[in-house]
Structures are given as C-alpha cells and as structure tokens.
C-alpha cells in the first residue's frame, strides 16, 4: 500500500468539491454501502452524498495536513487528517479533523466510510496540543 496514493485520492476529492464535480467524484469513488458522516452529525449514505453535492456551493482554499495512514490489513487503510478549508474570501474557515477509511475493491481504493470532527474555535486549555491552524 502506497499512503501517497490515498493521500492524492484526498486530494482529488477536494479539488472536485471546488471546482463543482464532487458528485460525480464521489459518486465513482464511494461503495454502494459507503457513509459519509458530517461535522453537523448528519449521517449520509452514497446516494444522498451525491445528491447533496449536486447543490454544494464550492470550496474555493483547502489546507490538508498531519496526515497519517493506518494500514487495516492488506486490502484496507485509513487516512486521517486535519483539515481548513474556506468557501468564499471572509467566510469562516471550516477545521477539523478528516477520517477516510478506503477498502481495495477490483485493484482500486474505493472510500467505503469518512468521518468529519469540528475543531472548535476556542482556546485550548493548558497542558492541550493546539488545534489551531
């Protein structure tokens, strides 16, 4: 398993959350059976993901990093991830932590879970790693 090949399969998806193909994107990329759960706590099966993002307005800067890849035997792996992204120039900038666990499915990674959770945007008590970007 090659962690940059996940790490680019981010990537891609995040590119196509900007430039408006995140649907069709993700509507290749998910399993049939795959769920995305959001940082509102909604819980969206592949179907509803790719209708939702149909309407998402687009991401127009995204940051990744701290990532890390956890192997899950020869034919799965997560990726985990801090995230800030930004919608339009003076909105609010969107962190948190990403969690993608991909399966090989015919050779290829297909996104079977991902997980996003909120960084908050408060002080980090003392004796606390900050989560700030």
Not at 83 to 106: E, H, L, N
């Amino acid at each position: 398993m090659d962690p940059d090949e996940l790490l680019e399969l981010e990537h891609r998806g995040w590119q196509a959350l900007s430039d408006g193909t995140g649907a069709a994107f993700y509507g290749r990329l998910m399993t049939d059976d795959g769920v995305m759960v959001l940082a509102h706590g909604q819980v969206l099966d592949r179907q509803a993901v790719i209708a939702s993002l149909d309407d998402a307005p687009p991401w127009r800067s995204y940051e990744i990093d701290e990532e890390r890849v956890i192997p899950l035997g020869t034919s799965a792996a997560a990726l985990v991830y801090r995230a800030a992204a930004r919608r339009d120039t003076g909105s609010p900038v969107f962190r948190a932590w990403m969690s993608s666990t991909y399966v090989r499915r015919d050779g290829e990674w297909a996104l079977a879970s991902y997980t996003q959770t909120p960084i908050p945007d408060r002080p980090t008590p003392a004796g606390i790693r900050d989560a700030e970007m």
